[in-house]
């Protein structure tokens, strides 16, 4: 089981403020349309549409956004039709990311993602030159409460899970790909509520960025790239050294 830096403390301070954010409803909306469209519009037969209905409720997004959604996936409201890319790409300091990308203009996205890489340090790689750097695995979490590390592992490999990591305040449960959403439902059928689940690219090693300048221009590129619109998540193989993690922000 690996443990938690400040770094990893800042980046979930970040998100709940990103949840906040007017963004925040786009890409959940997004993420219900693509489920919708890839594994059909009826939750109870959709795992996957069923876990981002449920973010986006627990995100308080109104019910005719979320039906709306499905029903873009769904094709029953015509119109555009968006598709899931992953673009790969090098940052400042050789730092590698996996950009995920939901978008209704396959060409635009590209575009906009190449020229915002190119105005901070960043370029655009070679398809697989930076995914082999990661795994893709199942990331589910859930509050720590009062769940103890030995208990939380027992839990997460009585479900079929791989691996726990202690997060600051949360538990962070690893499965495999094929088996993320059954393993939440078996937690659930335990009585374990998860605060999310979703598919990652986990960095296979990570670089520790030791200086500040560096840091500061690779969480900038990092930023960027999250902040645009059809970016869903972007995913990077970097941790920060705790020495300098305060004063990054």
Do not use: C
């Not at 549409?49 to 308080?60: D, E, K």
């Not at 109104?62 to 890319?85: F, H, M, Q, V």
């Not at 209704?104 to 370029?123: F, I, M, Q, Y």
């Amino acid at each position: 089981m690996a443990g938690h830096n400040k770094w990893s403390k800042i980046k979930r301070g970040k998100a709940v403020v990103d949840a906040k954010r007017g963004n925040a409803f786009s890409k959940l909306a997004k993420e219900i349309t693509i489920a919708a469209k890839n594994g059909g519009s009826n939750p109870d037969l959709n795992a996957r549409l069923r876990s981002a209905i449920l973010a986006a409720r627990n995100a308080n997004a109104p019910n005719d956004n979320i039906e709306r959604a499905i029903k873009k996936g769904s094709g029953e409201l015509g119109g555009t039709t968006i598709e899931e890319i992953t673009y790969e790409a090098y940052g400042p300091g050789g730092i590698a990311f996996m950009i995920e990308v939901v978008t209704d203009n396959r060409n635009r996205a590209a575009n906009d993602l190449r020229l915002l890489l190119a105005k901070n340090g960043g370029t655009f790689a070679e398809i697989g030159s930076v995914a082999y750097q990661f795994s893709r695995r199942g990331e589910i979490r859930l509050e720590k409460g009062g769940l103890t590390e030995d208990a939380a592992m027992e839990l997460a490999l009585d479900a079929g899970a791989e691996d726990v990591q202690d997060d600051g305040d949360d538990w962070i449960i690893y499965s495999t790909t094929d088996q993320l959403f059954q393993v939440v439902g078996a937690l659930r059928e335990k009585g374990v509520s998860t605060t999310s689940q979703k598919l990652i690219y986990q960095p296979n090693a990570s670089i520790t960025l030791t200086d500040l300048e560096v840091a500061k221009s690779v969480i900038k590129i990092y930023d960027l790239l999250d902040d645009y619109d059809d970016t869903q998540t972007v995913h990077s193989n970097f941790e920060i050294a705790d020495e300098i993690a305060d004063s990054l922000y």
